[in-house]
T-cell receptor, first 115, second 110 residues
Framework: KAGVTQTPRYLIKTRGQQVTLSCSPI?????VSWYQQTPGQGLQFLFE???????NKGNFPGRFSGRQFSNSRSEMNVSTLELGDSALYLC??????????????FGEGSRLTVL | GQNIDQPTEMTATEGAIVQINCTYQ??????LFWYQQHAGEAPTFLSY????GLEEKGRFSSFLSRSKGYSYLLLKELQMKDSASYLC???????????FGGGTRLMVKP
């Protein structure tokens, strides 16, 4: 069974640009969550999508947005990039049984560097 | 709001037992989780406690006291491969919106 797949794995952008990250959940998983991980702030929740609807949203500015498609694949977008957006962006999916338990399966992440 | 505290670093010896503590304050509670993260890798799920008591899973056990806002992860028969960061997290509502602590970096020495 394939795991959670995130693309791209690494990318470098400059301030002011925008970026789109993609996540394909484990087959059959309908909940997709996004987290930002930095050395200083640790893992922070961005948003969660379930059946194409945003179910939860963290405390990030509106520059951070996301969506989920009918096949459960998800994308997140960051516009007007700032240096502080440099981080590892992790996507996680959960099974129907674990959809409300927080048992998440994480992808390897997309490491974004903003110069 | 939510606040989760856990030690930043711990060191233990191969074959020994180590307990990683986690205290939390939340406005709601729907479960406590432990995740393991090796350097450069994705976090992996270890355990989930929603009721008070001890949950045992092989060499790893997790304990929860909701009244005290306290949990611990117990690792027995430590192996070198257990060197990793251990993340405590709470779920405070419906869905998968987890709040993570800063993580405890465990170093296992021979």
């Amino acid at each position: 069974k394939a795991g959670v797949t995130q693309t791209p794995r690494y990318l470098i952008k400059t301030r002011g640009q925008q970026v789109t990250l993609s996540c394909s959940p484990i087959s059959g998983h309908r909940s997709v969550s996004w987290y930002q991980q930095t050395p200083g702030q640790g893992l922070q929740f961005l948003f969660e999508y379930f059946s194409e609807t945003q179910r939860n949203k963290g405390n990030f500015p509106g520059r951070f947005s996301g969506r989920q498609f009918s096949n459960s694949r998800s994308e997140m977008n960051v516009s007007t990039l700032e240096l502080g957006d440099s981080a590892l962006y992790l996507c996680a999916s959960s099974s129907p049984a674990g959809v409300n338990t927080g048992e998440l399966f994480f992808g390897e992440g997309s490491r974004l560097t903003v110069l | 709001g939510q606040n989760i505290d856990q030690p930043t670093e711990m060191t233990a010896t191969e074959g020994a037992i180590v307990q990683i503590n986690c205290t939390y304050q939340t406005s709601g509670f729907n479960g406590l989780f432990w995740y393991q993260q090796h350097a450069g890798e994705a976090p992996t799920f270890l355990s989930y406690n929603v009721l008070d008591g001890l949950e045992e899973k092989g060499r790893f056990s997790s304990f929860l006291s909701r009244s005290k806002g306290y949990s611990y992860l117990l690792l027995k028969e430590l192996q070198m491969k257990d060197s990793a960061s251990y993340l405590c997290a709470t779920n405070n509502n419906a869905g998968n919106m987890l709040t993570f602590g800063g993580g405890t970096r465990l170093m296992v020495k021979p």
